[in-house]
């Protein structure tokens, strides 16, 4: 079935720091990739996503480049602010299966001032 | 915009209560989820729904029930509430164009 590994956290920087939380998926179809993110107290929310290899996603100021050679989706920023602290998740969903997605197990991220 | 709602946002109960969990959602969406999230923060699925009337138990065993009588409602029930039943309930909505989620703010369920 389809599986996606994220790097186990807590990442812990310092701001203005560069960013990478790996992510890397086994899909037997042709899947979508997306990185969510859990800000304290709230449900999760989309932060970019990819629909075909090596398309990038990017939003406020983060981005992720599908590749499909590598089975690969990592979430990079090039310099993280203290509001940026939050938990990570990446995901899958098999365009041409169910409608159920396959997350990651998250990884938090803790930015110091 | 993403409009989905969970009500209440944070409950404590005692054992042996029925509760149910409230979702809804503006956006006519036809798909509709149910997760758990343990402190871990892992996100299991516990019910799954492609429309009305139609309801599916997810990955992880759950003792609860969901319906789905309107597109935009599913709320999910607890029969007899028990410590073991204490977590965070995400409910999520999506279209079969897309595929990305779209999640409600969270029920934090405490069970004494």
């Known amino acids: 079935g389809d599986s996606v590994t994220q790097m186990e956290g807590p990442v812990t920087l310092s701001e203005e720091a560069f960013l990478t939380i790996n992510c890397t998926y086994t899909a037997t179809g042709y899947p979508s990739l997306f990185w969510y993110v859990q800000y304290p107290g709230e449900g999760l929310q989309l932060l970019l996503k990819a629909t075909k290899a090596d398309d990038k996603g990017s939003n406020k100021g983060f981005e992720a480049t599908y590749r499909k050679e590598t089975t690969s989706f990592h979430l990079e920023k090039g310099s993280v602010q203290v509001s940026d602290s939050a938990v990570y998740f990446c995901a899958l969903s098999d365009r041409g299966g169910s409608y159920i997605p396959t997350f990651g197990r998250g990884t938090s991220l803790i930015v110091h001032p | ?112």
């Not at chain 2, 343990?38 to 299991?44: A, N, V």
């Not at chain 2, 204490?86 to 409600?104: K, P, R």
């Open chain 2, 1 to 112: 915009e993403a409009d989905i709602y969970q009500t209440p946002r944070y409950l404590v109960i005692g054992t042996g209560k029925k509760i149910t969990l409230e979702c809804s959602q503006t956006m006519g969406h036809d798909k509709m989820y149910w997760y758990q999230q343990d402190p871990g923060m892992e996100l299991h699925l516990i019910h799954y729904s492609y429309g009305v009337n139609s309801t599916e138990k997810g990955d992880l065993s759950s003792e609860s029930t969901v319906s789905r009588i309107r597109t935009e409602h599913f709320p999910l029930t607890l029969e007899s509430a028990r410590p073991s039943h204490t977590s965070q309930y995400l409910c999520a909505s999506s279209t079969g164009i897309s595929y990305e989620q779209y999640f409600g703010p969270g029920t934090r369920l405490t069970v004494t």
